[in-house]
């Protein structure tokens, strides 16, 4: 019965979660949507004028993508029911998620959100599961979501560019909630935070951006700058890190805060 079901939620017994997680026989396939022409064109003309240095039409141009992109998600079949492991986008603020199990008939679904890789709780996390209905979902596939984060990246590479830093961090978070490890999109968000004298915000990113692509000369740098620009005595909520430099590369509390000078302009590199 209904009931019986609800007093055994996904969070419930360990037998009801490895049922809960296999494929519901009700759910479709996942969802097959392709990048059509006018988002290809789109993205072509922002990369051309990148290249060029023109970087008002560039910024049109990728802003055109993203339009274009979302006429194509829309425009993708819409299953009655969808599957687990579907891709899904669950917030028009641009969150995605992964169907990680399903019941069609009491219309519940339960999602990974794609940028954390954790799942979706109400309230704090081990509570209990958030629950979706179909109608709040929009399935999409791993070519448009791949599409869409090189687009919004190379958004926040064209606004480093052009010294508008709170725009650059708006689209590199947009391409973070896709991949929250993107070092793309956190190495331009770490560099705007540095330029908006935010060397501690900053450092954080970058930290994390380091710990993807160790080898990297530019992130390196970057996160060298905003940890000697960071307060004398700031010190991390575990203690271990502080001037000394960043171990665990977690919450920071800045106990003497600093205000400093905006650091010259670098490069960035190319558009995808």
């Not at 296999?22 to 290809?40: F, I, Y």
């Not at 081990?126 to 984060?149: I, Q």
């Not at 190495?187 to 993807?212: C, F, H, I, Y």
């Amino acid at each position: 019965t209904f009931l019986a079901r609800q007093r055994s939620a996904p969070n419930g017994p360990p037998r009801f979660r490895a049922a809960a997680m296999a494929p519901c026989e009700e759910c479709c396939a996942s969802t097959n949507g392709s990048v059509d022409e006018a988002c290809m064109a789109a993205r072509a003309a922002g990369n051309a004028a990148y290249s060029a240095g023109q970087l008002g039409n560039a910024a049109a141009a990728y802003l055109e993508a993203i339009s274009a992109w979302d006429k194509a998600m829309h425009a993708a079949p819409q299953p009655e029911a969808l599957g687990v492991g579907q891709l899904v986008q669950y917030s028009a603020k641009g969150y995605f998620g992964t169907v990680m199990s399903c019941y069609p008939l009491f219309d519940e679904y339960f999602l990974k959100d794609l940028g954390s890789d954790q799942a979706i709780w109400v309230g704090d996390p081990g509570g209990h599961l958030r629950r979706f209905a179909r109608k709040d979902l929009v399935p999409v596939s791993r070519e448009l979501v791949d599409f869409r984060l090189a687009v919004l990246q190379n958004l926040a590479a064209v606004y480093l560019r052009q010294d508008d830093f709170y725009q650059t961090v708006r689209w590199a978070d947009a391409a973070l909630c896709i991949s929250g490890r993107s070092p793309k999109a956190l190495m331009r968000k770490g560099a705007a935070l540095l330029r908006l004298n935010q060397p501690g915000p900053a450092s954080d990113v970058l930290a994390t951006a380091a710990a993807e692509v160790p080898n990297d000369i530019e992130v390196r740098r970057l996160l060298r700058e905003a940890e000697q620009r960071r307060s004398p005595a700031w010190v991390c909520v575990t203690g271990c890190c502080g001037p000394w430099g960043i171990v665990c590369g977690g919450p920071v509390a800045q106990t003497m805060p600093q205000v400093v000078t905006p650091a010259e302009r670098r490069p960035t590199p190319s558009a995808e």
